[in-house]
T-cell receptor
Framework: SAVISQKPSRDICQRGTSLTIQCQVDSQVTMMFWYRQQPGQSLTLIATANQGSEATYESGFVIDKFPISRPNLTFSTLTVSNMSPEDSSIYLC???????????FGPGTRLTVT | AQKVTQAQTEISVVEKEDVTLDCVYETRDTTYYLFWYKQPPSGELVFLIRRNSFDEQNEISGRYSWNFQKSTSSFNFTITASQVVDSAVYFCALSERSGYSTLTFGKGTMLLVSP
C-alpha cells in the first residue's frame, strides 16, 4: 500500500485568490493523479501529474486554472487559481502502486470558496 | 468510452441485514481492472478491493464479498451482517488497460445502516 498525506486538510478562501494543495507519498510512485469531488457528487479526474513533464489534463480542465507540479516521484502540488464558489469541492490526490495496480487516495482537501 | 453505473443511489438497512451494492460497467478493452472504495462521513476514500478482468473468482474478506461476472459486466459487493460502521458511500470504479491508469467512478451508493 501507500501512505498519502495532503496539506491543507481544509481551507476557506476568498473569490479570486489561489490555493496550492500539496500531496506527499511515503514511497516513490510512477503515477499520481488529482481528482475533484464536488458536494454530493462522484469523483472526477482533473489530471495526471507526470514527473519531469507537463501534466495531462482531462476534458474541461485547463492548466491555467489548475497548474500542477511534479518535481519528483513522491510529491505533487495542485493549484486552484482565481477561485470562484464553483470551485468549492474536495480535492484528492491519488497514486497507483505499480506492483499491485492498487490505487490509493489521500485524505483530501476540503475547499470552500466564499 | 468506459462507464460505470451504480443504479442504487441510497440503500437503508437495519443492522445485521445483508446488503448487496450493484455495479455495472462498460468498456471496450479486454484488459481492465475494477475497484471498490468506501467513503465514510469523514470523507477519506478507503480502498477495498481491486479485481482484474482475467480473474472471475469471487472474493471474500471477512463480512465483505465480491461477485464478478463478465457475462453481465457486473461487479457486485455484498456486506453480510451489516453494522452501523458500514454506513458510508461506496464507489465502484474502472481502470482500463494497464491497471494503473486513471479511474472512472460510478456515482456511488450511500448505505445507511441503522441500529
Amino acid at each position: 500500500s501507500a501512505v498519502i498525506s495532503q496539506k491543507p486538510s481544509r481551507d476557506i478562501c476568498q473569490r479570486g485568490t489561489s490555493l496550492t494543495i500539496q500531496c506527499q507519498v511515503d514511497s516513490q510512485v510512477t503515477m499520481m493523479f488529482w481528482y475533484r469531488q464536488q458536494p454530493g457528487q462522484s469523483l472526477t479526474l482533473i489530471a495526471t501529474a507526470n514527473q519531469g513533464s507537463e501534466a495531462t489534463y482531462e476534458s474541461g480542465f485547463v492548466i491555467d486554472k489548475f497548474p500542477i507540479s511534479r518535481p519528483n516521484l513522491t510529491f505533487s502540488t495542485l493549484t486552484v487559481s482565481n477561485m470562484s464558489p464553483e470551485d468549492s469541492s474536495i480535492y484528492l490526490c491519488s497514486v497507483a502502486v505499480a506492483s499491485t495496480y492498487e490505487q490509493y487516495f489521500g485524505p483530501g482537501t476540503r475547499l470552500t470558496v466564499t | 468510452a468506459q462507464k460505470v453505473t451504480q443504479a442504487q443511489t441510497e440503500i437503508s438497512v437495519v443492522e445485521k441485514e445483508d446488503v448487496t451494492l450493484d455495479c455495472v460497467y462498460e468498456t471496450r478493452d479486454t484488459t481492465y481492472y475494477l475497484f471498490w472504495y468506501k467513503q465514510p462521513p469523514s470523507g477519506e476514500l478507503v480502498f477495498l478491493i481491486r479485481r482484474n478482468s482475467f480473474d472471475e473468482q469471487n472474493e471474500i474478506s471477512g463480512r465483505y464479498s465480491w461477485n464478478f461476472q463478465k457475462s453481465t459486466s457486473s461487479f457486485n459487493f455484498t456486506i453480510t451482517a451489516s453494522q452501523v460502521v458500514d454506513s458510508a458511500v461506496y464507489f465502484c470504479a474502472l481502470s482500463e488497460r494497464s491497471g494503473y491508469s486513471t479511474l472512472t467512478f460510478g456515482k456511488g451508493t450511500m448505505l445507511l445502516v441503522s441500529p
